[in-house]
């Protein structure tokens, strides 16, 4: 298998969610990754969102790491037809890992573990701890709500308009993932094979 043109860490949920459109964005955007010579990034657990994102990027030819605690593995059923699949002890340690590993992030649909890895990573890029582009997907109007609450934060002056240039929010996939890739520095390269 080829080096990967670049490497996106997606977080999202463990759960498919209410609405068919949450399967969909999440297959469209591991297709996305795997046809654009790109490597995907995540949790490591085989159901939700978090295992057609995998399975739609393997489909499409593109490298798959999984990154998951021990305590999850059977909890999550770990998904083992991943290209490397990292068993590590702790939390913590799944989510440096998973930065380490990425060029980009992207939050699709989640829960509080979705929320929680979102804050982080975006806490570290204000602190400066990593300079990489982050992406919250809003395809569905799910983050509407979030997206309200982080604007009282600014009108309230707990937050500043720069941090909240920190993030790219956009309803739309597919033109994100090249977005977050650019900024990146990257190049995302279509595999005429795989479109």
């Keep these: 298998m080829n080096t990967p043109n670049f490497s996106i860490c997606v977080y999202c949920g463990s759960r498919p969610g209410a609405r068919p459109a949450f399967a969909d964005t999440a297959r469209a955007v591991g297709h996305w990754i795997g046809s654009h010579g790109g490597q995907l990034v995540y ?12 399975q739609a990027t393997l489909d499409a ?4 790491i999984g990154i998951i605690p021990k305590a999850l593995v059977e909890k999550e059923w770990a998904k083992n037809n991943c290209t490397e699949l990292h068993v590590v002890d702790t939390m913590h340690e799944r989510k440096r890992l998973m930065a380490e590993h990425a060029d980009a992030f992207l939050a699709l649909p989640g ?19 990593h300079d990489k582009p982050i992406g919250l997907l809003n395809e569905t109007g799910y983050y509407d709500g979030l997206l309200t609450f982080l604007k ?3 009108e309230q002056a707990f937050m500043s308009p720069w941090q909240m ?8 996939a597919l033109q994100l993932l090249p977005e977050l890739v650019q900024a990146a520095g990257l190049s995302p390269v279509a ?5």
């Excluded at 030819?61 to 798959?64: L, Q, S």
């Excluded at 929320?115 to 982080?120: N, S, V, W």
């Excluded at 595999?191 to 479109?195: G, P, V, W, Y």
Aim: no cysteine; glycine share 22%.
């Design 152 to 154: 009282t934060g600014v």
């Design 111 to 129: 829960g509080i573990g979705t929320f929680e890895e979102f804050f982080e990573v975006w806490t570290w890029r204000q602190l400066g701890y």
């Design 191 to 195: 595999r005429l094979d795989a479109i």
């Design 61 to 64: 030819g593109g490298r798959v």
């Design 165 to 172: 240039d920190l993030i790219r929010v956009s309803a739309n």
């Design 43 to 54: 949790g490591g657990g085989s159901n939700g969102l978090m295992g057609i994102t995998a």
